[in-house]
């Protein structure tokens, strides 16, 4: 069975804070992403990842970056963390071509 | 600027009755994807669509891409209380599955 795993379902930090969220999948794809979902505004993709190493900058990176140092994880980094930056977070992979994304639970972060 | 727009956003309807959403979106895309999200959770994979022409149903949802007019239906058949929740289209984008989601129909079945 297909599995996207978020470290986290829900998580408070402090503003100024490094907040690190991560994301393991199972199935051995190549595309990772990281979008951020908030009411009126759906789903904005923050980063995403065509290989080990490989990122690439979505619609809304600042204030985030990211790591992916093995094929089944990829890491979003809040380097400071700011009350805007309170949302939810969803990972998801995909693989080749016609093979569509598959997300994780999500992490509803909270920045106080 | 990539576009994909959903429409309508509410929906309220009752049970028994039909209903369409309405996909549109800016890119050449021949592919589409649609996708559940049930209130607090994480977004569930329902239709993936890959060529012009294409249909897919699944019990009371019936999914069809024409790519031609860059539109997807999503359509439902004697609603039922349980799919309740919100529907994305989102177009994957010539292929690089960098997806970029419409705004959500929130649908709600009403007894």
């Known amino acids: 069975d297909v599995k996207v795993t978020q470290s986290s379902r829900y998580l408070v930090k402090r503003t100024g804070e490094k907040v690190f969220l991560e994301c393991v999948q199972d199935?051995?794809?190549?595309?990772m992403f990281w979008y951020r979902q908030d009411p009126g505004l759906g789903l904005r993709l923050i980063y995403f990842?065509?290989?080990?190493?490989?990122?690439e900058k979505g619609d809304i990176p600042e204030g985030y970056s990211v790591s992916r140092e093995k094929k089944e994880r990829f890491s979003l980094i809040l380097e400071s963390a700011s009350t805007n930056q309170t949302s939810m977070y969803l990972c998801?992979?995909?693989?080749?071509?016609?093979?569509?994304?598959?997300f994780g639970q999500g992490t509803r972060l909270t920045v106080v | 600027e990539l576009k994909v727009e959903q429409n309508p956003l509410f929906l309220s309807m009752q049970e028994g009755k039909n209903y369409t959403i309405y996909c549109n979106y800016s890119?050449?895309?021949?592919?589409l994807y649609w996708y559940r999200q049930d209130p607090g959770k994480s977004l569930e994979s329902l239709f993936v669509?890959?060529?012009?022409?294409a249909v897919k149903q699944e019990g009371r949802l019936m999914a069809s891409l024409d790519t031609k007019a860059r539109l997807s239906t999503l359509h439902i058949t004697a609603a039922v209380h349980d799919l309740s929740a919100t529907y994305f289209c989102?177009?994957?984008?010539?292929?690089?599955?960098?997806?970029?989601f419409g705004t959500g129909t929130r649908l709600t079945i009403i007894p």
């Open positions: 998801a992979s995909g693989g080749t071509i016609n093979t569509e994304a598959f």
């Open positions: 199935m051995d794809h190549e595309n």
């Open positions: 990842s065509y290989d080990v190493k490989m990122k």
């Open positions: 890119t050449t895309s021949d592919r």
């Open positions: 669509l890959l060529s012009n022409g």
């Open positions: 989102a177009d994957p984008n010539f292929g690089n599955e960098k997806l970029t």
